[in-house]
């Protein structure tokens, strides 16, 4: 029978709608060839790969990385880089007076648009933590600890105003929905390290403090790259995966039979239709075949140490951002590339003062857990960390709040190549304008895939007529702060 004919006279997805049941039914490749399953993605110090293995579209590095994997701590919401990272003395002198004009005439604010606006001091007092001398707000104490490891960016601008399109922006470097987030950028072009966990996960918290902003699963989508390169959300409490289990009464053998069948009629399929979704189809069923058992040994935190347990502050399996980073370390040991933590409790229209107080306490013990963690295991040297929100925050008031704010805020980097123990780049002394050493969102992106070994001029896809990459057509590498 040629594949024409199979297909026409039985649906592919006919035949799996009847006889499979749970996720892991259709893993196919690699129980069909279980001697290929070597890791993928290791290179040698030219950023060559190996050549017994594989990397994603990329056949050769641009150039020797410094780092393997990417822990990126996402604060929606818009952390206040005035109560953060910024110190601003003059903004607590002019507390209660009037915003000069020249600082906001013609400006883009979300809601103070047209209303008084009075200039509204740090509410928390600044220390400097480290031999660096880094001046830090004193609502992060642990992290405080760790400022001579840790790179301070004080010039961060982004390009919208809104929750939802910063989100878009900072992940996928444009505020049209419907690009490949930054995640599936990287699998894309560097494949997996693993083959039993996907290489872009995203796990998600909420706090107790401020309000919780949603977070659409677009975020992490894989745009117009092929679907197997999207993130794949784990829930930190309850199943991780739904349907992860093999159903009760079905063996391991009869689930091989039924993997077998359909692998042979996806191969046919696939020479009949050319279609490439088919092949990601594929490997998807491999992958989550596979996640059946190492899901439920990734989520198993029995073998931990109490000492680490008590460092980040949880048990684990509760689906606070505490457990998240515990699972983002061990995640990052299993070979996934790109790891996305959400915490969304930063959204301080009012009450900033105690809201964020609250809400740092809820990320600053797990933060430097993860970072002495990955130092410990001789991790943090090859493993990138971003610390940052979607936006920052006005230094006029809101009531008792600060309203959403695009031209100047703060972010921290850590690991992987960052230089430790140094602020990069200002804004004025109001904490509105960056004016020194600007990073926009672009140049974040650039800086990333510089360390991950890839040029982002170089990694394109072509689309809808043109090459797309994910800094768009701009972007540089913020090389004052490598190491």
């Known amino acids: 029978m040629n594949p024409t004919t199979l297909v026409d006279s039985f649906s592919r997805r006919t035949f799996l709608g009847r006889g499979a049941c749970g996720i892991g039914y259709a893993a196919l490749a690699s129980l069909l060839n279980p001697m290929g399953g070597a890791q993928r993605g290791s290179y040698a110090a030219d950023g060559s790969a190996d050549p017994r293995q594989s ?64 200039c509204f001091g740090p509410q928390h007092a600044f220390k400097k933590f480290g031999e660096s001398g880094q001046f830090i707000s004193e609502i992060f104490p642990n992290i405080g600890t760790l400022a001579d490891d840790i790179c301070i960016v004080n010039s961060l601008r982004t390009q919208a105003i809104n929750h939802d399109p910063a989100h878009t922006f900072f992940n996928t470097g444009s505020t049209i929905s419907g690009r490949p987030a ?7 072009g560097l494949g997996a390290v693993t083959q039993n966990l996907p290489g872009f996960v995203v796990l998600t918290s909420t706090g107790k403090f401020g309000q919780a902003q949603p977070i659409a699963s677009r975020q ?62 594929i490997a998807q069923y491999e992958l989550a075949f596979k996640m059946q058992s190492s899901v439920p040994e990734l989520m198993d935190v029995a073998d931990e140490p109490q000492a680490v347990l008590d460092a980040y502050g949880t048990k684990g399996g509760d689906g606070t951002f505490a457990a998240n980073c515990l699972l983002a370390r061990r995640l990052a040991e ?29 990320v600053d013990g797990p933060c430097a857990a993860l970072i002495n963690d990955l130092k410990a295991r001789d991790m943090l040297k090859d493993t990138l960390i971003v610390w940052t929100g979607e936006f920052g925050r006005t230094p006029m008031a809101q009531g008792n709040g600060r309203d959403h704010h695009i031209k100047g805020f703060s972010m921290w980097l ?23 050493d600007i990073v926009e969102v672009h140049d974040l992106h650039a800086t990333l895939l510089h360390l991950l070994g890839v040029d982002h001029e170089r990694l394109t896809f072509f689309s809808q007529g043109r090459d797309f990459r994910l800094t768009d057509v701009s972007g540089h590498v913020v090389k004052p702060i490598l190491a």
């Open 55 to 118: 990397l994603g579209m990329l056949k050769r590095l641009h150039h020797a990385p410094r780092a393997k994997r990417v822990i990126f701590l996402t604060m929606a919401g818009g952390p206040s880089h005035l109560e953060t990272f910024d110190y601003k003395p003059k903004l607590a002198e002019m507390h209660g007076q009037p915003m000069p004009e020249s600082f906001t005439k013609g400006q883009p604010i979300a809601q103070l648009q047209g209303k008084e606006l009075k």
């Open 182 to 188: 930054m995640g599936s950028w990287l699998t894309y």
């Open 220 to 281: 992490w989508h894989s745009g117009f790259l092929p679907s197997r390169f999207q993130g794949v959300e784990l829930r930190g409490k309850g199943d991780p995966v739904l349907y992860v289990n093999r159903p009760a009464g079905v063996s391991a053998s009869q689930q091989q039979d039924v993997v077998e069948a359909a692998a042979k009629l996806n191969q046919l399929h696939g020479q009949a239709v050319d279609d490439p979704e088919i092949a990601t189809r």
């Open 334 to 362: 299993r070979g996934v590339r790109f790891i996305q933590l959400y915490h969304r409790d930063w959204d301080h229209h009012g009450g900033v003062k105690d809201q964020i107080a609250g809400t740092a306490k809820e």
């Open 414 to 436: 850590c690991g992987g190549g960052i230089k430790g123990g140094i602020t990069y780049g200002k804004t004025d002394e109001l904490g509105y304008n960056a004016v020194e």
